[in-house]
């Protein structure tokens, strides 16, 4: 796999790593795209933070599949956010670090073991590929339990601050994430049967009482890192939980 751009730039390791807290950030704010040229130009080796627009040209169109006019509207909408421009050179950006993005992030997730994914995933082929990138960063925020446990659409929905047939949709057409069906079984009584089946999700077998609970997700294209290699700058931080439940 190569590990550059055609235009000549190198980047430092063929991964790419994601924060779910910030995942479920920048889905809120509508800067996945953004976020994930931010997280490729982290990648790279870039002296002093200042890179050229050029660069940023050249991974918006290998790995979002834009061109022209579409990506100076996308380059200016992560101004700062992502980067800064240069007062004296309109073609010199400075990459915005870590630290200061942090500052005025919110989440309501709880911490989270990082994922880490192989550049070539985002490769957009010459297509336009801004909507697959949304649907990989909803996936992760909905795979993001290590120990696989249910999540429901709801709580996603909360989590991303996408539309639920959105959620839906892009768990529906993202080829990378697994759906685990769960369910629960319980030996109960025949008035407590005729009492739950009142419940639609549930439905009887035999003696037993069969409930649907919220699936479970898989994100088959990562492997996670341990919870203590999560950066100081939001081991610093603590989730909202007010925003809506987690």
Not at 117 to 136: A, C, E, M, P, R
Not at 144 to 168: A, F, H, M
Not at 169 to 177: E, G, Y
Not at 211 to 232: D, G, I, V
Request: proline share 4%.
């Amino acid at each position: 796999m190569k590990n550059y751009l055609t235009s000549g730039q190198k980047f430092k390791t063929d991964n790419l790593i994601f924060n779910p807290e910030l995942v479920s950030h920048f889905l809120k704010t509508d800067l996945t795209s953004q976020f994930l040229l931010w997280t490729m130009l982290r990648n790279m080796d870039i002296t002093s933070g200042q890179f050229y627009i050029s660069i940023l040209k050249a991974l918006t169109t290998e790995y979002l599949g834009l061109q022209s006019t579409h990506i100076y509207k996308l380059i200016e909408k992560g101004e700062d956010v992502f980067w800064n421009r240069s007062k004296k050179d309109k073609k010199i950006f400075y990459i915005v670090s870590l630290k200061k993005v942090c500052v005025n992030i919110e989440f309501n997730i709880n911490r989270s073991e990082p994922f880490v994914i192989h550049i070539s995933l985002f490769d957009s082929h010459g297509y336009k590929n801004t909507k697959d990138v949304k649907n990989i960063m909803i996936s992760l925020i909905a795979s993001r339990y290590v120990d696989e446990r249910p999540i429901s659409i709801k709580s996603l929905c909360e989590n991303t601050g996408q539309s639920e047939s959105t959620v839906r949709n892009a768990i529906r057409d993202c080829p990378h994430v697994k759906v685990l069906k769960n369910i629960k079984i319980e030996p109960v009584s025949e008035a407590y049967q005729a009492l739950r089946l009142e419940n639609k999700a549930t439905y009887l077998s035999g003696s037993n009482l069969i409930t649907q609970l919220p699936n479970s997700y898989q994100f088959l294209e990562a492997y996670r890192l341990p919870l203590k290699t999560r950066p100081k700058e939001l081991k610093k931080l603590n989730p909202n939980f007010s925003l809506t439940t987690k």
